[in-house]
């Protein structure tokens, strides 16, 4: 049978001004939450999470309320500093009260099509319509261009992704060498649930993350953190040619594709530097079983792949770090699509049109997961070895004085990087297991 592609999808972000109106929708609506599409007949999916505000405006109890984490009970908005949300990422700059009191849940939509997804939208708001009680605030769509739908395969700086996705055990979902953890015989092993469920043995124990209470509302739950990133492709595709020319002396298409490979640690067909530091090999990138079969192990110096590449702070393997640290309790389950059309190939000026990827970063812990690599991985070179202020160069705050620098090469690398990408929303979001959502519209907790 063919397989029914879920490429588009709509984030609708909703304000509960009427608790007891909000809940009987979502009784309406428990029924289609999670459910895969083929099993109610719809044409669409429905996933469903909610803010600390959102749970509070539902009519969870103040004692349930307080065992939430407490970066999720501050939010995005009010964890801005400590993840690096600052100057253009700042959430006074972020859309449609991203982040705010005034968001209380994000309902996933996601489908085979734009008349699909009109559908979905229609129902869902006759529903809303009739319960009362409740707004929407803001939408955001994506697009993924790739079949499962939940990636972007190609996004819009040109690179491949995803291609590297934890594995959990227990799960049906396809793994890889080099997506797991490495064992010390060089095999690879999916990590515990509990590191992204609620409720489950994780990395150090049987139990995994012990918040919320209690255990019920919790197990099979998990937390996700909505990213709105917005990419600047003109100013990437003229950097990258303007440092091709003076790093190697012209911009031809294999030193762009040179220079873009040392910012992400792989080349834009996938295949990582760690394998093929000095050119392309499509052979490798069409290969699920090398393609992510790296470690770093030997290039402690990052002359096969930068140190502060996009992909080698993001999850650092075997690199050696300055501070002690268990890179397997730093992982995390990503959801990224497209939103907005991509610019026009080789065009080098802005045509003013938004586009950007739609990351949903899924953990049990957004403080010891996102938060932490964000941090300490993204906005900071010490972990590596590298100055403190370099960033990474994708997500960090660009501008004059900002480096990406690979020590031991025979020059420093590369200097006043712009901002390439820039945060336009951010929520952390709870989302319940079945039974909790029915205890939560039931005021059970
Ligand atoms: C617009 C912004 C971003 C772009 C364009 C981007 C792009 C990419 C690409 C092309 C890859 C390589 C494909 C793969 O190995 O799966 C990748 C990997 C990854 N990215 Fe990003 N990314 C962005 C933002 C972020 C952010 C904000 C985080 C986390 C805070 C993040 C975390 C990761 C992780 C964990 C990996 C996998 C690394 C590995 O397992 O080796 N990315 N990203």
Redo the contacts with the bound molecule.
């Keep these: 049978m063919t397989p029914i592609l879920l490429r588009y999808g709509r984030h609708i972000f909703l304000r509960f001004n009427d608790g007891a109106k909000s809940r009987a929708w979502l009784r309406n609506m428990f029924q289609r939450v999670n459910a895969r599409q083929r099993e109610h007949g719809t044409g669409f999916t429905i996933n469903i999470g909610f803010t600390h505000e959102g749970l509070k405006a539902l009519g969870l109890s103040e004692r349930a309320l307080n065992t939430f984490p407490e970066a999720f009970r501050v939010g995005a908005r009010g964890r801005a500093n400590v993840v690096g949300d600052v100057g253009p990422h700042a959430p006074e700059r972020w859309e449609g009260g991203l982040g705010g009191p005034d968001i209380h849940a994000m309902v996933l939509v996601r489908t085979d099509s734009d008349k699909g997804r009109e559908e979905a939208t229609r129902i869902l708001q006759e529903e809303m319509g009739s319960a009362g009680g409740l707004e929407v605030r803001f939408i955001q769509d994506t697009m993924a261009t790739n079949e499962s739908g939940i990636g972007s395969e190609g996004?819009h700086?040109g690179?491949?992704?995803?291609?590297?996705q934890p594995p959990i055990e227990g799960a049906d979902t396809p793994s890889y060498p080099g997506d797991g953890v490495l064992e010390r015989d060089g095999t690879w092993r999916p990590l515990k649930p509990g590191e992204f469920l609620l409720g489950y043995e994780d990395e150090v124990g049987p139990g995994g993350t012990q918040m919320p209470e209690p255990f019920e509302l919790r197990v099979n739950g998990t937390f996700v953190v909505f990213?709105k990133?917005y990419?600047d492709v003109a100013v990437f595709r003229r950097y990258l040619a303007t440092a091709a020319r003076s790093l190697y002396g012209s911009d031809d298409q294999h030193n762009r594709d040179l220079v873009a490979a040392k910012i992400?640690g792989?080349w834009p067909s996938?295949c990582p530097l760690d394998l093929s530091p000095d050119k392309d090999d499509p052979a490798i990138a069409a290969d699920p079983d090398r393609r992510?079969n790296f470690t770093y192990e030997g290039d402690d110096e990052g002359l096969r792949c930068p140190l502060g590449s996009?992909?080698r702070r993001?999850?650092p393997r075997a690199t050696p770090l300055k501070r002690a640290t268990a890179v397997r309790r730093h992982r995390?389950l990503?959801r990224?699509v497209e939103y907005g059309p991509h610019l026009k190939d080789d065009a080098l000026d802005d045509d003013g049109v938004d586009r950007?990827?739609i990351?949903l970063?899924i953990q049990a812990d957004i403080e010891r997961q996102?938060e932490f690599?964000?941090a300490e991985w993204?906005k900071g070179g010490e972990f590596l070895g590298l100055d403190p202020s370099e960033q990474d160069p994708?997500?960090g705050v660009g501008g004059e004085g900002s480096q990406m620098s690979v020590p031991g090469a025979k020059r420093p690398f590369l200097f006043d990087l712009p901002t390439f990408?820039t945060v336009k929303g951010g929520e952390y979001l709870f989302v319940p297991g079945l039974n909790a959502l029915r205890g939560i519209i039931d005021q059970k907790y």
Excluded: K, T, W, Y
């Design positions: 996004e700086f690179f491949a992704d995803p291609i590297s990213r990133l990419q992400m792989r996938g992510n996009h992909l993001s999850n995390l990503r990224g950007g990827l990351n970063f996102f690599v964000q993204m994708i997500n990408v």
